[in-house]
């Protein structure tokens, strides 16, 4: 199993500055959008600033949990992003994100092996170890999203 340090790792590498699974993080692929590419509908697809919102949502929601606060989260908002009116809206929503990655990745890899399989809120969440793979895994699949929806967002403009 990987230790906590490899966790935080892994995070920091999906969010702030890896290339090793997808050529790409958050962090690389959102800086090279502007506002406009970012609120621009392709389709039935959600926006970049909408999965944008949606992925920092649950990494802001999990936080106060890693500081013994409660989790206050419901799927059902998780996709309630505010309207971004300007280029200052977008960047502040895509600083967000950054912080709250770090933030989370210094909490992760911290915890022992016993608080990596401690129970994370609740027994039906299992433990902080999986919860963490699942933000993880969660965040790979959005970058997946976003990575295409910039795609076609780009090819369709030049």
């Known amino acids: 199993m990987e230790s906590a340090q490899q966790l935080a790792d892994r995070f920091r590498a999906l969010f702030l500055n890896g290339t090793w699974i997808a050529n790409t993080n958050y962090q690389d692929l959102l800086t090279s959008v502007n506002w406009k590419q970012a609120t621009h509908k392709v389709a039935a697809l959600n926006t970049v600033a909408i999965l944008t919102f949606h992925i ?6 999990v936080l106060p949990v890693f500081n013994g606060g409660s989790l206050d989260i419901k799927d059902k908002y998780s996709f309630n992003a505010p309207q971004l009116k300007s280029e200052e809206d ?3 929503l895509k600083q967000k994100l950054f912080y709250n990655s770090e933030a989370i990745a210094k909490q992760i890899e911290v915890l022992t092996e016993a608080q990596l399989e401690a129970i994370f809120v609740h027994e039906k969440y299992g433990s902080y170890r999986r919860n963490i793979e699942g933000l993880i895994e969660h965040g790979y699949y959005h970058l997946g999203q976003l990575s295409l929806i910039k795609k076609m ?3 369709n403009n030049s």
Request: net charge negative; aromatic share 24%.
């Open 56 to 61: 920092n949502y649950y990494i802001e929601g």
């Open 153 to 155: 967002i780009t090819e």
């Open 90 to 92: 977008w960047n502040a």
